[in-house]
């Protein structure tokens, strides 16, 4: 019998995937879309600690972060690289220069003695390079490093790493039901071609992102989904030049901060934050979610009138977070992990939130709780020194659709 299925093949599922298969047990994933078709190829693509989260004090969750974007720059250095980051302080900016310099002193301590800590002042009298940039009323600057990925790249990567080492991946398939017992498992599915089947087996990491809750209101006998909330964040692609690096701006209609970003030689602009009552199967930007974006991006880069950044726009995206149910604002809620686990249910483990950026630490976290349930294996691979090496869009079609030999 299998000894573990994860369920959700984002960055999250081919994560636990990777860990549960090095360390030794024998692991199945299954996806009901292509990998990576949820919030894992519709995110800002950042490998950061989160600056901004310091804001709200997520000291711990910040410090993690930053281990995990060291880790990775090592891991998976054509996948996740270094980019300076800009914050321009205007003479109306609400935060001021002596506030983010604190901020990014903690940021680089935080990062514990990792070289890219370091921030600097930009010298504007010298500095060419940001005359795009609304220069009216701009008084400083601030430089510091944070890195860059894409998301289903770095996605499909981690999933061929599980999948060399034994690991099972089979997309478009859909869990429909779970009967959890105290030692097995049965999971009913549904593939894409309409076929039907089932499987027993031993422990199931339910990693289906912000439709953990609807997996689990399939679940005999009945689980309590955690309660949260639902936060979909869009993005725009514009017909513009890259930026030289990533401008870490301030709203302009409310405090939230926003990025405008290179991405594949163009101008990326993301994200916003709109709560939803209920999961959508494919979330949507909506008209104000663009104007929001589009009126920022023309407060600070006035080069272009406000239509013609309209007839720019040459793609969206959009994805959606599951945050812990609490009171306040979206942008100063805890991005902290949930796991959950019942006590009548040990072997059924739901993960709630948690950040692109620290789906290792996340792994690990699961990958304690598998223990604890299965007992220790011996392990076949360390994955905190497995190089994470792109592969091509076609991995996973057809042909390796099966395991690999384990390396
Ligand atoms: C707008 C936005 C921007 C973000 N930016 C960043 C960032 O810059 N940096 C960062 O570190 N984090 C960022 N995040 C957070 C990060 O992107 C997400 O937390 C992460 O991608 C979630 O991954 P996941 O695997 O948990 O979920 P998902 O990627 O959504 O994966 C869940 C998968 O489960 C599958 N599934 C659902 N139901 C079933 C079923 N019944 N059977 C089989 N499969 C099923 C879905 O198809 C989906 O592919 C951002 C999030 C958002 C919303």
Same mark, same amino acid.
């Given at each position: 019998?299998?000894?573990?299925?994860?369920? *959700?093949g984002?960055?999250?599922?081919?994560?636990?995937?990777?860990?549960?298969?090095?360390? *030794? #047990?024998?692991?199945?994933? @299954?996806?009901?879309?292509?990998?990576?078709? *949820?919030?894992?190829?519709?995110?800002?693509?950042?490998?950061?600690?989160?600056l901004? #989260?310091?804001?709200?004090?997520?000291?711990?969750? !910040?410090?993690?972060?930053?281990?995990?974007?060291?880790?990775?720059?090592?891991?998976?250095?054509?996948?996740?690289?270094?980019?300076?980051?800009?914050?321009?302080?205007?003479?109306?900016?609400?935060?001021?220069?002596?506030?983010?310099?604190?901020?990014?002193?903690?940021?680089?301590?935080?990062?514990?003695?990792?070289?890219?800590?370091?921030? +600097?002042?930009?010298?504007?009298?010298?500095?060419?390079?940001?005359?795009?940039?609304?220069?009216?009323?701009?008084?400083?600057?601030?430089?510091?490093?944070?890195?860059?990925?894409?998301?289903?790249?770095?996605?499909m990567?981690v999933a061929?790493?599980?999948?060399?080492?034994?690991?099972?991946?089979?997309q478009y398939?859909? !869990?429909?039901? %779970?009967?959890?017992?105290?030692?097995?498992?049965? !999971?009913?599915? =549904?593939?894409?071609d309409?076929?039907?089947?089932?499987?027993r087996?031993?422990?199931?990491?339910?990693?289906?992102?912000? @439709?953990?809750?609807?997996?689990?209101?399939?679940?005999?006998?009945?689980?309590?989904?955690?309660?949260?909330?639902?936060?979909?964040?869009?993005?725009?692609?514009?017909? %513009?030049?890259?930026?030289?690096?990533?401008?870490?701006?301030?709203?302009?209609?409310?405090? =939230?901060?926003?990025?405008?970003?290179?991405?594949?030689?163009?101008?990326? %602009?993301?994200?916003?934050?709109?709560?939803?009552? +209920?999961m959508?199967?494919?979330?949507?930007?909506?008209?104000?979610?663009?104007d #929001?974006?589009?009126?920022?991006?023309?407060? #600070?880069?006035?080069?272009?009138?406000?239509?013609?950044?309209?007839?720019?726009?040459?793609?969206?995206?959009?994805?959606?977070?599951?945050?812990?149910?609490?009171?306040?604002?979206?942008?100063s809620?805890?991005?902290?992990?949930?796991?959950?686990?019942?006590?009548?249910?040990?072997?059924?483990?739901?993960?709630?939130?948690?950040?692109? +950026?620290?789906?290792?630490?996340?792994?690990?976290?699961?990958l304690?709780?598998?223990?604890?349930?299965?007992?220790?294996?011996?392990? %076949?691979?360390?994955?905190?020194?497995r190089?994470?090496?792109?592969?091509?869009?076609?991995?996973?079609?057809?042909?390796?659709?099966?395991?690999?030999?384990?390396?």
């Amino acid at each position: 019998m299998l000894d573990v299925l994860v369920i *959700g093949g984002g960055i999250t599922g081919v994560g636990v995937a990777q860990a549960a298969v090095a360390a *030794g #047990y024998s692991v199945a994933l @299954w996806e009901r879309g292509a990998l990576a078709s *949820g919030t894992s190829s519709h995110s800002s693509k950042l490998i950061h600690g989160g600056l901004r #989260y310091l804001e709200s004090g997520q000291l711990t969750l !910040v410090r993690r972060c930053l281990h995990a974007r060291r880790q990775l720059l090592q891991l998976a250095p054509e996948l996740v690289k270094a980019v300076p980051f800009y914050i321009p302080l205007y003479q109306d900016s609400q935060r001021g220069l002596l506030t983010l310099s604190a901020g990014l002193s903690l940021y680089g301590l935080l990062s514990q003695g990792d070289p890219l800590g370091k921030f +600097t002042r930009v010298n504007l009298a010298s500095s060419e390079q940001h005359h795009l940039l609304q220069q009216q009323g701009l008084r400083h600057m601030l430089q510091y490093w944070d890195a860059q990925t894409d998301d289903k790249a770095l996605t499909m990567a981690v999933a061929a790493s599980a999948q060399q080492l034994g690991a099972e991946i089979q997309q478009y398939r859909q !869990v429909t039901d %779970i009967y959890h017992g105290a030692r097995v498992c049965q !999971v009913r599915y =549904r593939d894409s071609d309409g076929t039907l089947g089932e499987r027993r087996v031993k422990m199931i990491i339910n990693a289906t992102g912000p @439709w953990a809750s609807e997996l689990l209101a399939n679940v005999t006998p009945k689980q309590m989904p955690a309660a949260m909330t639902w936060v979909q964040g869009s993005h725009l692609l514009l017909d %513009i030049e890259s930026p030289v690096g990533i401008y870490y701006l301030e709203s302009r209609l409310d405090e =939230r901060v926003f990025f405008v970003m290179p991405w594949k030689n163009k101008t990326l %602009i993301g994200t916003t934050e709109v709560a939803l009552a +209920t999961m959508p199967d494919k979330p949507q930007i909506t008209c104000e979610e663009y104007d #929001y974006l589009l009126d920022n991006y023309h407060h #600070y880069f006035t080069q272009y009138s406000r239509a013609e950044l309209a007839s720019l726009v040459i793609g969206n995206f959009c994805g959606v977070r599951a945050l812990p149910a609490q009171a306040g604002s979206a942008f100063s809620r805890a991005r902290e992990t949930l796991f959950v686990q019942q006590a009548n249910s040990p072997r059924l483990v739901s993960v709630y939130g948690g950040k692109l +950026t620290e789906f290792m630490p996340i792994a690990q976290d699961v990958l304690a709780m598998i223990r604890a349930q299965l007992g220790e294996r011996h392990a %076949i691979a360390d994955i905190n020194t497995r190089a994470i090496v792109p592969v091509a869009d076609d991995y996973f079609a057809a042909d390796n659709a099966q395991p690999h030999m384990a390396l």
